[in-house]
Nanobody, 124 residues
Framework: QVQLVESGGGLVQPGGSLRLSCVAS????????MAWFRQAPGHDRQLVGT????????YLTDSVRGRFTISRDNAKNTMYLQMDSLKFEDTAVYYC?????????????????WGQGTQVTVSS
């Protein structure tokens, strides 16, 4: 069992930056593929990015590539999402997720554990 806790969300103006953190506990963090998802009101939960177990391979969806950076520090049991040049459309609840298998890497169903989410609001 893995417990995930996100933090770092908040209200930011367009063009601003935030860094989200996801701290894991309860099991060996480096055994899990990790991901960030987001869910805007009235929309399905969507993948933002993934990072491999050792952190060497990352993926970011087209809409955030070049603005967001995903990373992890296994020594700190923590995954990060650095968000720069934020836009109105980035407003959502951001969730971190952990998977034992990479088979379902791009779907909600592919992840075994979820955090409670942290709200990111981009507004002027």
């Amino acid at each position: 069992q893995v417990q995930l806790v996100e933090s770092g969300g908040g209200l930011v103006q367009p063009g601003g930056s935030l860094r989200l953190s996801c701290v894991a506990s309860g099991h060996t963090f480096s055994n899990y593929h990790m991901a960030w998802f987001r869910q805007a009101p009235g929309h399905d939960r969507q993948l933002v990015g993934t990072v491999s177990k050792a952190g060497g391979t990352t993926y970011l969806t087209d809409s955030v590539r070049g603005r967001f950076t995903i990373s992890r520090d296994n020594a700190k049991n923590t995954m990060y999402l650095q968000m720069d040049s934020l836009k109105f459309e980035d407003t959502a609840v951001y969730y971190c997720a952990a998977a034992t298998s990479f088979a379902g890497w791009n779907s909600v169903e592919g992840y075994d554990y979820w955090g409670q989410g942290t709200q990111v609001t981009v507004s002027s």
